[in-house]
């Protein structure tokens, strides 16, 4: 599993509280069995999206609403907590390597070198975390997530002013794919907002993902994305996906399924959880329950 992956990030004991930001709101929930989720919106405005510049437009509006959901913190005695960013407010990319060094600091600086020329900020600046998966295959292929650290750090400033650690961030889509087929060829598709995110997984392991703005949310625009990735799919990885798997969609849910099995010809199916169904702005933090819960 992705986060199994991210463990040396945690803090002991693990995060007893997880929050997932969107341009909509705040989602939080505690990691337990029941994982009821609160969600605070925010004002129009307050956030802005964006792997390149500031996405907290309005801190004030954004610490109110951190606050408000902090409340179900109080008396705790471990604050440590999880925080689900945005997929758009970072680059997320898999590099493939013929070799990959032990050593962690040449290990990080080989991969800002491969992505210097791709992102569309100073690499050497940016927040990074990353690991390399075990595939069996010749190349040795990494998953890299990077945002520039102030990004991060206006993300992170008020619940630090509320007390709470962030001792793991991660972005939404790495959280909801917990909830996603691990065996076989899948592709994702999550809409929030104007942002399209397709992570491509082929036996538990992320092959290829794609974040990106659409002209809007509409099924044509989506499918103009979807198309030429599944074709990209064939060509490159060396097979046809066995499933489809939606989320952020909605309403449009089922004519979405409908039109996308027809045109791609492959299963597709809605992204399903055991505590409710996953949205635009809380597919993440139920991905990340899921994954305490099987962990804990």
């Given at each position: 599993?992705?986060?199994?992956?991210?463990?040396?990030?945690?803090?002991?004991?693990?995060?007893?509280?997880?929050?997932?930001?969107?341009?909509?709101?705040?989602?939080?929930?505690?990691?337990?069995?029941?994982?009821?989720?609160?969600?605070?919106?925010?004002?129009?405005?307050?956030?802005?999206?964006?792997?390149?510049?500031?996405?907290?437009?309005?801190?004030?509006?954004?610490?109110?609403?951190?606050?408000?959901?902090?409340?179900?913190?109080?008396?705790?005695?471990?604050?440590?907590?999880?925080?689900?960013?945005?997929?758009?407010?970072?680059?997320?990319?898999?590099?493939?390597?013929?070799?990959?060094?032990?050593?962690?600091?040449?290990?990080?600086?080989?991969?800002?070198?491969?992505?210097?020329?791709?992102?569309?900020?100073?690499?050497?600046?940016?927040?990074?975390?990353?690991?390399?998966?075990?595939?069996?295959?010749?190349?040795?292929?990494?998953?890299?997530?990077?945002?520039?650290?102030?990004?991060?750090?206006?993300?992170?400033?008020?619940?630090?002013?509320?007390?709470?650690?962030?001792?793991?961030?991660?972005?939404?889509?790495?959280?909801?794919?917990?909830?996603?087929?691990?065996?076989?060829?899948?592709?994702?598709?999550?809409?929030?907002?104007?942002?399209?995110?397709?992570?491509?997984r082929e036996k538990?392991?992320?092959?290829?993902?794609?974040?990106?703005?659409?002209?809007?949310?509409?099924?044509?625009?989506?499918?103009?994305?979807?198309?030429?990735?599944?074709?990209?799919?064939?060509?490159?990885?060396?097979?046809?996906?066995?499933?489809?798997?939606?989320?952020?969609?909605?309403?449009?849910?089922?004519?979405?399924?409908?039109?996308?099995?027809?045109?791609?010809?492959?299963?597709?199916?809605?992204?399903r959880s055991p505590?409710?169904?996953?949205?635009?702005?809380?597919?993440?933090?139920?991905?990340?329950?899921?994954?305490?819960?099987?962990?804990?």
């Open positions: 599993m992705l986060l199994d992956k991210l463990k040396s990030l945690l803090q002991e004991p693990p995060p007893g509280m997880a929050f997932e930001i969107s341009q909509a709101g705040i989602a939080a929930a505690r990691t337990g069995a029941r994982g009821e989720i609160e969600f605070h919106p925010l004002k129009a405005g307050t956030l802005d999206i964006s792997p390149i510049k500031e996405n907290v437009v309005d801190p004030d509006d954004f610490a109110s609403a951190v606050k408000a959901l902090a409340k179900s913190q109080a008396g705790r005695k471990h604050r440590d907590v999880a925080l689900i960013l945005p997929d758009y407010s970072t680059r997320l990319a898999v590099l493939d390597f013929d070799s990959f060094p032990s050593d962690p600091k040449e290990q990080a600086s080989l991969v800002r070198f491969r992505l210097k020329r791709s992102v569309p900020f100073d690499v050497e600046s940016a927040a990074l975390s990353y690991f390399a998966q075990s595939t069996g295959r010749k190349k040795i292929e990494v998953v890299v997530a990077m945002a520039p650290l102030e990004i991060v750090a206006r993300y992170e400033a008020p619940f630090r002013s509320a007390g709470m650690n962030p001792g793991l961030v991660t972005t939404s889509s790495l959280a909801a794919l917990e909830l996603a087929p691990e065996s076989g060829l899948s592709v994702m598709a999550k809409i929030a907002g104007s942002v399209l995110t397709v992570p491509v538990g392991h992320l092959r290829l993902v794609r974040c990106l703005e659409v002209p809007s949310n509409t099924l044509d625009d989506i499918a103009a994305v979807l198309l030429p990735t599944f074709v990209y799919i064939e060509d490159n990885l060396g097979g046809r996906p066995d499933k489809l798997v939606l989320c952020g969609f909605g309403s449009e849910t089922d004519e979405a399924v409908r039109r996308f099995q027809e045109e791609l010809g492959v299963e597709v199916e809605p992204l505590l409710g169904v996953p949205g635009p702005h809380d597919a993440g933090l139920l991905g990340y329950l899921r994954s305490a819960a099987r962990n804990n």
